[in-house]
């Protein structure tokens, strides 16, 4: 991998041009009034600036990668919880058993690892100076790791062309999807009554960004649960996500809907919900309090700890203490009522996970 060419310390100054529909200087100086010159409500430019946005252009790129090398870059997993789920991901089998450099276990978790897929996508930072300044760090196999999916998506896109956006897939499978917009609104707006989709699904409706886990299981639930075409989700995520890379979030849809390559049959809409159960399962391992959910699905904040996950196994004593009413405070699961695994016991397999359709 080459060397980062060095930045330039000056530009030359640029040329004036007139170009039709360009924004005034002084509209351009103030971001509420090119936001509302642009055709954003009152009301929508203040929820914009209620967010905590993280701090934007190169410098942010730098301070944020800065940050990254001086407390996780030689992180040595001292700290790591050693009972954290990973059974519902592809890790490696020496993750728990000394130092982790690929960082699998920040795969289970909501804040994500290095966080800067943002910078990276609208050209902050190069993904080559990341490569050539992590390289003396004890972690640098995760940032490769990371790296190297990135470029993989890329050579996947320039192979496959448009196929990467047919309903169909590179693998042109065929197999029935349904378009209904209440139900894609319902996901889209973290209103499905599964609590861990729900505090996935708001985060990245207000903040724009959300970890890995949660993009996968989000996705998977969207397309194998509720069964809808894989586009409506990739289209979502396209216009929400401020990391957005055309070949990553086509790449990982096509991948979550299991149309990447020829496959057999057996990839409709899974009646059983084993797999979302199994999912779940290894989330309300990992946040056995559900404070990822509490945080960003408020009306279940009042819930108790063994209720979070599964808030449609409360009775109707419970709801009347946590002043929670499933269809009224919060929506009743779309899905049904899901049975997960104990917190300390991972699933055998995707049989050990059933629905209660009653």
Not at 72 to 96: F, H, I, Y
Request: some cysteine; charged content about 25%; glycine content about 8%.
């Amino acid at each position: 991998v080459r060397a980062p060419v060095a930045a330039p310390r000056c530009f030359p100054a640029a040329a004036e041009l007139q170009l039709p529909g360009e924004l005034p200087p002084e509209v351009l100086a103030d971001d509420k009034a090119a936001l509302r010159h642009l055709g954003y409500s009152d009301e929508e430019i203040a929820e914009a600036f209620s967010q905590e946005d993280p701090q934007g252009g190169e410098d942010g790129a730098q301070n944020a990668f800065e940050t990254w090398l001086s407390q996780k870059g030689n992180a040595t997993g001292a700290s790591m919880a050693a009972d954290w789920a990973d059974w519902d991901l592809p890790v490696s089998e020496t993750a728990k058993s000394g130092h982790d450099s690929l960082a699998w276990e920040n795969l289970s978790r909501s804040s994500g690892w290095m966080r800067l897929s943002n910078y990276l996508a609208v050209g902050c930072i190069s993904a080559r100076e990341v490569f050539a300044r992590a390289q003396s760090c004890l972690n640098f196999p995760g940032v490769v790791h990371r790296l190297m999916w990135r470029e993989w998506h890329r050579l996947n896109a320039i192979k496959w062309g448009r196929r990467l956006f047919w309903l169909q897939g590179p693998g042109r499978v065929e197999r029935p999807w349904r378009s209904d917009p209440e139900v894609a609104a319902a996901w889209k707006l973290g209103n499905t009554g599964v609590p861990y989709i729900d505090a996935c699904m708001r985060e990245l409706r207000q903040t724009g960004w959300l970890a890995y886990k949660g993009r996968k299981t989000a996705g998977h639930f969207m397309v194998f649960d509720l069964g809808l075409d894989w586009r409506i989700g990739a289209f979502h995520y396209e216009e929400v996500l401020l990391d957005y890379d055309c070949a990553m979030n086509y790449g990982n849809w096509v991948t979550v809907a299991k149309v990447d390559k020829p496959r057999g049959g057996g990839y409709g809409v899974d009646e059983t919900h084993a797999d979302l159960c199994w999912k779940l399962s290894a989330e309300k391992a990992n946040d056995p309090t559900g404070e990822y959910i509490r945080r960003w699905v408020p009306e279940l904040e009042k819930v108790p700890d063994k209720y979070i996950h599964a808030p449609w196994a409360m009775s109707e004593k419970d709801m009347a203490e946590s002043g929670c009413k499933l269809g009224q405070h919060y929506p009743e699961s779309m899905v049904g009522r899901l049975v997960l695994s104990s917190p300390s016991a991972a699933p055998e397999n995707l049989e050990a996970s059933k629905v209660d359709q009653n």
